[in-house]
């Protein structure tokens, strides 16, 4: 029950171990976070190289092993642990964050690293092998996704290792991979929720093309309203005579995408058509 309940999967492969921690290139000065040390396998490899280590394990009997391991060794004081939830806790300055964490918090994990401020340096993180595929994929592949677009908007992703079940104790269920995400420093001066909002409706069928999923149940009465919010704030009249769907499509027309398909769109091209709307002002959050 405990292992399902926090995902307790114990890396006891010290290969794999000490080629995570050699993926960050830490250096002597840097203060890392990682998140969910269990019995402090990386923890002990990151203490070796880097100034500080913060961090995060939510099961305290796992803390209390990890305080044992280290307990009067020099490395001791170079070691804060905060027993608790990364997604609710409180994070400290960090320049690297390291984690292999259960997989139920991959999303969480990926997007707060990515809205943290100051921006972390770089990230080495373990995840299932298919959320792994779908950080590092390039539009017109298969595993091209609004995960893809939404991790993608903000950061540079790799794959820089697979990591077979059989290093773990006791094995999960599903293969693994470890990505390096580097975000982009300074981000694009896009809101998160802007552009999230509109890959949640252009990948609602990624494979269809975007006209049709415009008219995908509640998008346009949802667009509208946002719209006409924005026209009242902005004291734009709006027109008699002209439907909300024709100013959609023609604002699709207008970009050249009209039957483009986000399964092939890249970043960029969704950027050019948020930036189309906001022209108009349609917002999408
Ligand atoms: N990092 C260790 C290793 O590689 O051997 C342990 C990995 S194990 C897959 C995941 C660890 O994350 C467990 O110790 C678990 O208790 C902890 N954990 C689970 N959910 C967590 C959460 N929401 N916040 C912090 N730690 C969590």
């Given at each position: 029950f405990k292992t399902e309940r926090f995902g307790q999967h114990i890396l006891n492969n010290p290969l794999v171990a000490q080629g995570i921690v050699d993926k960050a290139n830490l250096k002597p000065t840097d203060n890392v976070l990682e998140v969910g040390p269990g019995t402090g396998n990386l923890t002990v490899r990151i203490l070796d190289k880097a100034k500080h280590v913060t961090a995060v394990e939510m099961d305290p009997r796992m803390a209390a092993e990890l305080t044992k391991r280290v307990q009067g060794k020099p490395e001791q004081r170079k070691l804060d642990i905060i027993i608790g939830d990364f997604v609710k806790a409180e994070l400290p300055y960090f320049d690297v964050c390291i984690s292999n964490t259960p997989y139920q918090i991959s999303s969480p994990l990926v997007f707060r690293l990515l809205s943290h401020r100051p921006l972390p340096r770089v990230c080495i993180l373990m995840f299932q092998r298919e959320f792994a595929l779908r950080l590092v994929a390039r539009p017109g592949t298969e595993f091209w996704s609004r995960l893809s677009a939404n991790v993608q908007l903000y950061a540079k992703v790799d794959h820089v290792m697979k990591v077979a079940k059989s290093c773990f104790r006791p094995p999960p269920m599903v293969e693994s991979s470890v990505v390096r995400i580097v975000p982009l420093d300074p981000p694009p001066p896009v809101r998160f929720e802007e552009f999230d909002g509109l890959t949640r409706i252009i990948f609602g069928?990624?494979?269809?093309?975007l006209h049709a999923n415009f008219q995908a149940r509640g998008v346009l009465e949802m667009l509208e309203a946002n719209w006409k919010t924005w026209c009242s704030q902005n004291d734009k009249i709006i027109e008699d005579g002209v439907s909300f769907k024709a100013k959609v499509d023609q604002i699709l027309r207008d970009t050249g995408m009209f039957d483009s398909r986000a399964a092939k769109m890249d970043k960029d091209d969704i950027l050019k058509l948020l930036a189309a709307f906001h022209d108009e002002g349609i917002h999408f959050a």
């Open positions: 069928r990624p494979n269809k093309v």
